[in-house]
């Protein structure tokens, strides 16, 4: 079956442009993560969404970060007024539930490069 | 907070070698750990979970153990291959949260 999609697969952009990164997770799971990868800072989460519960933001490292999911489906991160430490590759996983009990499914991820 | 750590960062083990990939972590109040493979340029794999109330996995040639009480986890790879090069992460759900906390990865390299 499907698995989590992601895109674009790569973005290079200039510093001060905003970006949006989209998520498709698999069918059916109700819980979606999307965390970052840097160089040298290993993976970190940045939000999480169940079902129609507030989302928990607690990793967004800054209020130029922001994320929503439509439908309860895909969602989408923005970063606003881009900087050159947010240069990364952004992840999204999704899982049936509760990450405690289910095993998370990782996209291929986007590549941001910022200029 | 929960510090999950890899070592040693990379390893390079010839053919055939059994892999042994450690994880620790400070705090055991853990839903469950998870174990993840990297391939360059891609997302993760999930490989094993295992439940806080569990001391093992398995799936094929790979073992995953669990000590909670000495905040270990291990990934055993038997009769290692090239096809099995790549990066190796362990994570952790907490059990007062739903987040993954990563370790930094361990980087295998087996050499035909």
């Known amino acids: 079956g499907a698995g989590v999609s992601q895109s674009p697969s790569n973005k290079v952009t200039e510093k001060g442009k905003d970006v949006e990164l989209r998520c498709d997770p698999i069918?059916?799971?109700?819980?979606l993560y999307w965390y970052r990868q840097s160089l040298g800072q290993g993976l970190e989460f940045l939000i999480y969404?169940?079902?129609?519960?507030?989302?928990?933001k607690s990793g967004l490292p800054s209020d130029r970060f922001s994320a929503e999911r439509t439908g309860g489906s895909v969602s989408t991160l923005t970063i606003q007024r881009t900087q050159q430490e947010d240069s990364a590759v952004y992840l999204c996983?999704?899982?049936?539930?509760?990450?405690?009990?289910?095993?998370?499914?990782f996209g291929p991820g986007t590549r941001l490069t910022v200029t | 907070k929960q510090e999950v750590t890899q070592i040693p960062a990379a390893l390079s083990v010839p053919e055939g070698e059994n892999l042994v990939l450690n994880c620790s972590f400070t705090?055991?109040?853990?839903?469950?750990l998870q174990w993840f493979r990297q391939d360059p340029g891609k997302g993760l794999t999930s490989l094993l979970l295992?439940?806080?109330?569990?001391r093992e996995q398995t799936s094929g040639r790979l073992n995953a153990s669990l000590d909670k009480s000495s905040g270990r986890s291990t990934l055993y790879i038997a009769a290692s291959q090239p096809g099995d090069s790549a990066t190796y992460l362990c994570?952790?759900?907490?059990?007062?949260?739903?987040?993954?906390?990563f370790g930094g990865g361990t980087r295998v390299l087996v050499k035909p």
């Open positions: 996983a999704s899982s049936l539930g509760l990450a405690g009990f289910y095993e998370q499914y």
């Open positions: 069918s059916g799971h109700t819980a």
């Open positions: 969404f169940q079902g129609n519960s507030a989302p928990d």
């Open positions: 705090d055991s109040a853990i839903y469950n």
């Open positions: 295992i439940q806080s109330s569990q």
């Open positions: 994570a952790l759900t907490p059990a007062a949260g739903n987040k993954l906390t």
